[in-house]
């Protein structure tokens, strides 16, 4: 079978397309034959050796599944060879077939394509976790998602409107912010030309923001910070920017506020039951039309390494998707 090969780490440019030996599920594994593979900005990080984890190589890279099941392990008993499904894997899914963990493999809602299907777990799973088991967010709140046109940042977007919060959106261009009102941002922050702290304390009459989502680090982070209300929480969700920034600690002691991680994938493999229940919420936000995973570009396998590039380019907004 094809697959996109990771032989040495490095940029986009260096992945190659070839072919690899036929993979075997073990008992509580299921092999899927990959019909879409959603790209997230881990896949950018994982190429160059940059990610917190550092698979053996060589490795095929990708996460987000859609596809149908080929074969099923000994001990799989919620599908059977022929479901179409969608999941999630460290990596493996930019192949024509991958092996999936049963626990992270879901039944695919019929109305829901495949494109749509690859671009749901990642995103959507990491900011549900984060607003909801992380952030605690409540509400009538005001919510402030930095990146908010980027995968996960656009999720977070969508779902602070659905548990009830005031969304604040925050990122580069005026046409991505556009997209983020469409999405039900109420507010937005064109943080190449506003100043981000002075912003939020504007628009928030001085309070701050009660939770504040961050996809991005760099000198957004601390800017961020400053303007966050009492008993705040800071969700660090990852570095698109590339620097990870080290904040002053007098910040959330005068705030009384909260700097709080979000790991969704270890989430996910530790907690697979809390992840199922959270997976189950948003499918059925999905199935009532409350959930629209925007979808930026479709690129075929052999275009992995240009669409991985735009992205690493700060070109997309919503999802990028591989079809196989
Ligand atoms: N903690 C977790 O469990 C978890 C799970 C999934 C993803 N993540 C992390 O979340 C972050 C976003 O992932 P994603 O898949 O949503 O990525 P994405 O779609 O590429 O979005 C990232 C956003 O970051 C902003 N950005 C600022 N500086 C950037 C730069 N130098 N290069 C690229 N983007 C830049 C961009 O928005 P503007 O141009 O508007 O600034 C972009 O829309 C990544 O760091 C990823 O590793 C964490």
Same mark, same amino acid.
């Given at each position: 079978?094809k ?10 440019s260096?992945l ?9 599920p073990g @008992?509580? $594994? *299921?092999? %899927?034959?990959?019909? /879409? =593979?959603g790209?997230?900005? +881990?896949?950018t ?7 917190q984890i ?7 890279p990708?996460s ?30 930019? @192949?024509? $077939? *991958?092996? %999936?963990?049963?626990? /992270? =493999?879901?039944?695919?809602? +019929? ?10 777990m990642m995103?959507?799973?990491t ?15 005001t919510?402030?998602v ?8 656009l999720?977070a977007?969508?779902l ?18 556009a997209?983020c009102k469409?999405?039900g ?6 943080y ?5 702290k ?36 800071y969700?660090?969700v ?11 600690l ?14 969704w ?11 199922m229940q ?14 629209k ?7 075929n ?5 240009a ?18």
């Amino acid at each position: 079978m094809k697959a996109i090969r990771c032989k040495k780490y490095g940029l986009p440019s260096s992945l190659v397309l070839e072919d690899i030996e036929n993979l075997k599920p073990g @008992a509580k $594994e *299921v092999l %899927v034959e990959v019909k /879409a =593979c959603g790209l997230n900005f +881990p896949d950018t990080l994982i190429i160059q050796g940059l990610y917190q984890i550092k698979p053996e190589l060589p490795f095929t890279p990708g996460s987000d599944v859609a596809g149908i099941v080929k074969e099923i392990g000994t001990e799989v008993k919620h599908l059977n060879v022929g479901d179409a499904v969608f999941g999630f894997v460290a990596h493996g899914a930019l @192949a024509e $077939e *991958v092996i %999936v963990p049963s626990n /992270a =493999c879901f039944p695919k809602p +019929p109305q829901m394509d495949f494109p749509i299907a690859a671009s749901f777990m990642m995103a959507y799973g990491t900011s549900f976790h984060a607003l909801k088991d992380r952030g605690h967010l409540a509400e009538g709140e005001t919510l402030l998602v930095l990146g908010a046109s980027g995968g996960v940042g656009l999720a977070a977007v969508e779902l602070g409107k659905l548990m009830g919060a005031k969304v604040i959106a925050a990122a580069s261009t005026d046409e991505k912010l556009a997209l983020c009102k469409e999405y039900g941002a109420d507010m937005v922050i064109n943080y190449s030309k506003q100043d981000l702290k002075a912003t939020i304390k504007e628009m928030t009459q001085g309070k701050g923001v009660d939770v504040i989502y961050d996809p991005v680090g760099g000198n957004y982070t601390e800017a961020a910070l400053r303007g966050i209300a009492r008993n705040g929480r800071y969700l660090v969700v990852g570095f698109a920017a590339g620097d990870i920034p080290k904040i002053p600690l007098n910040l959330p002691l005068l705030k009384e506020a909260s700097i709080v991680g979000v790991f969704w994938g270890a989430f996910a493999m530790k907690n697979s039951k809390a992840n199922m229940q959270n997976t189950m919420s948003l499918m059925q936000w999905y199935s009532k039309g409350k959930l629209k995973p925007h979808i930026h570009a479709i690129y075929n396998l052999k275009e992995t390494s240009a669409a991985l590039e735009e992205m690493m380019n700060r070109k997309v907004k919503g999802k990028l998707v591989v079809r196989t």
